[in-house]
């Protein structure tokens, strides 16, 4: 288990981690989401050892391992670019660190051979192990770097954005094998990455990164159902995101005036691609915009639709194909976009969610 | 097209112009090593063609007389004085381009004084070194003094060869081998070193070479126990024979063997790694 609190590190005055609290449990894998500059690769690095913190702790069962040397932390750390060694056969880089680490050095060569070759096996390599790895492909490259750091058995397996490089076809198969992989051999992962659908697919649990702070943690169910924050939200990358004021218990943003639960103060909208309704008039007392039909975009099992408000922002509206047949609009035909009150999501002052049911602030 | 075409024709005179000066010297001298001896002298017309400077210059002619070159043991000297130059000057300069991977305070004057010693001329060092010596009366020698201001004077140029090498290195890789537990030291040994062993041999190279034929820091710091460069310099003074040609020839083969060496090494070591390549072409297929 790996508790991290008040983590904090700058660049030139400007904070990367500001004061960042997080727990990580055993066998988990964990996700972490953040946009790029949000600091998900500082506090990779801090974790790892490969920067210094200006302030706060990191304990490792209990062990504090803020100021200890990389190479004594006994963390993996797969890199977005691979890193392999470029001298050596794929045997040899994913034998390196069991041959020559500090601590526990495998010295038998048969041994050591044995377990390269049962993690060759693993990440699906085996009898590639002699071939040197500027001859080997983008997906094999990935894997060489998986079981490099894997076989040395590490507490934590920290993946620096590990699918970045990878075209889509590969991308969606290593995300099941990654799974595969950590879930045989029981090891943690803390899996970084600026892609929503990524962290949401593979996480047991999610964490956001927003300036360098975490700001939600929770399983990818709640944070997508749920996002704390305005800009979760905006990161999960399904939700239509009005901004505007509350004047008179309502949410005023451009032309549209929404309804709000009594004595909610919101400074921030939102609602599900899915949620939204597309029809000629909105059931009483439901919030209703009206736009202008754009464009669709056909995505296979679903549909997005897009109509412009009246001020010039963008609906999408989100059809599921398995519960409804495709709608034809004319272009900048008019139509009431409308939604179910309990399906939006309210955000105050600070960002942060506010609740109807907790009444927020006057 | 007409204008290209003067361009081109300009340009292979040019290059012609430019192979001829570059090679025009040692063609020169290769024929007059094959002067006849000993009455030849270093001019044309060649009286009679024989071999008889390269014996002489071997010690298996008899005696005459010109005099043996004096190179003997100023070969020796030179070679020893660039080979241990050549290892410190290599050391300091990858040691000091590695804490250049880092910014630290006052990297920048630390880079000027380091190159200062390629830009210093070379006259008024070996002067300055030589009063100096005298000053603080430690006696002036081959394997002291001139020493010295040959690692000063050949640092700079390994230095800035590592530099360029680290610039382009991934450092990522030694992140990654730390990451597996391997010590910094032991990283630097297994991963760093073999990635950027290429830099070192021409830094190893640059620092030899310079050092080999360095005349005038060692001219003024070397005391009495000469070098090659000096030793040869010395016999200019009395007279010259086509003696000094043949010895000229006989080096450059030398290097040309060593150059050949290299050349195979490399050759056969692309075509392992060129094999290995096709092997995996075979094994997918």
Not at chain 1, 110 to 115: N, S
Not at chain 1, 128 to 148: D, E, F, H, T, W
Not at chain 1, 228 to 243: G, H, K, P, Q, S
Not at chain 2, 27 to 49: A, D, R, T
């Amino acid at each position: 288990m790996m508790e991290i609190g008040g983590l904090s590190k700058s660049y030139d005055g400007r904070p990367a981690i500001a004061d960042l609290d997080l727990m990580v449990a055993d066998d988990e894998y964990l996700t972490l989401l953040g946009p790029s500059g949000s600091g998900k690769s500082t506090l990779l690095r801090l974790i790892a050892g490969l920067e210094r913190p200006d302030r706060g702790r990191i304990l490792l069962n209990g062990e504090d391992i803020t100021h200890k040397p990389a190479h004594l932390r006994g963390l993996g750390f797969v890199q977005q670019n691979y890193a392999l060694f470029p001298h050596m056969t794929v045997a040899q880089n994913v034998g390196f660190g069991l041959a020559n680490r500090l601590v526990d050095p495998v010295t038998d060569p048969a041994e050591l051979g044995r377990r390269v070759d049962a993690m060759l096996d693993l990440v699906g390599l085996s009898g590639l192990g002699g071939r040197m790895v500027s001859q080997i492909s983008g997906g094999q490259k990935q894997r060489v770097s998986l079981a490099r750091t894997l076989v040395t058995e590490p507490r934590i397996c920290l993946l620096d954005e590990p699918l970045g490089a990878l075209d889509a076809n590969l991308r969606e198969r290593m995300t099941v094998e990654l799974r595969r992989i950590r879930e045989t051999l029981g090891v943690t992962f803390l899996h970084v990455t600026g892609n929503e659908a990524e962290a949401l697919a593979m996480g047991d649990r999610m964490i956001v990164l927003d300036g360098g702070r975490a700001v939600q943690v929770a399983p990818p169910d709640e944070v997508f159902g749920r996002p704390a924050t305005a800009r979760v939200a905006r990161f999960v990358n399904a939700y239509n995101l009005l901004e505007g004021e509350t004047r008179d218990g309502a949410f005023v943003s451009g032309a549209d005036r929404l309804p709000l639960p009594a004595g909610v103060h919101a400074r921030a909208y939102a609602v599900r691609h899915d949620a939204v309704e597309i029809g000629d008039q909105a059931p009483e007392g439901w919030p209703a915009i009206e736009g202008r039909f754009v464009t669709a975009e056909f995505l296979g099992s679903r549909v997005l639709y897009f109509f412009q408000r009246r001020d010039g922002g963008i609906i999408e509206v989100e059809r599921h194909l398995s519960q409804s047949d495709p709608l034809r609009f004319a272009q900048g035909e008019a139509r009431v976009l409308h939604w179910d009150p309990a399906a939006a999501h309210l955000f105050g002052e600070d960002g942060r969610r506010v609740d109807a049911a907790q009444g927020g602030r006057a | 097209m007409h204008h290209l075409k003067f361009l081109r024709g300009g340009l292979a005179v040019y290059t012609a112009l430019f192979i001829a000066f570059l090679y025009g010297p040692f063609v020169v001298m290769g024929i007059l090593s094959f002067q006849k001896g000993p009455e030849g002298g270093p001019q044309f017309p060649i009286l009679e063609w024989s071999t008889y400077w390269y014996r002489h210059v071997l010690g298996f002619a008899p005696p005459s007389r010109v005099a043996p070159l004096p190179i003997g043991e100023a070969l020796v000297r030179s070679l020893t004085l660039a080979f241990a130059t050549m290892v410190v000057s290599t050391v300091l300069g990858t040691l000091t381009a590695q804490a250049f991977r880092e910014r630290f305070r006052g990297s920048g004057l630390v880079f000027y004084l380091v190159v200062l010693g390629m830009i210093v001329p070379g006259v008024l060092l070996g002067l300055g070194m030589a009063l100096l010596a005298n000053n603080l009366g430690i006696d002036r020698n081959w394997w002291s003094t001139a020493f010295v201001l040959h690692v000063v004077y050949t640092y700079p140029f390994a230095f800035l060869v590592m530099l360029a090498i680290f610039n382009r290195f991934d450092r990522s890789v030694e992140e990654a081998s730390w990451m597996l537990g391997v010590t910094p030291a032991r990283t630097f040994r297994k991963v760093t070193f073999p990635m950027i062993f290429p830099g070192v041999l021409s830094a190893m190279l640059f620092a030899f070479t310079l050092s080999y034929d360095e005349f005038p820091r060692t001219l003024f710091t070397a005391g009495s126990d000469v070098t090659m460069p000096i030793a040869i310099y010395g016999t200019f003074a009395v007279e010259i024979h086509p003696n000094l040609f043949a010895f000229g020839v006989l080096t450059t083969l030398f290097s040309f063997a060593l150059l050949s060496v290299y050349g195979i090494l490399m050759a056969l070591s692309v075509r392992r790694a060129r094999m290995r390549a096709t092997g995996i072409q075979e094994e997918i297929a």
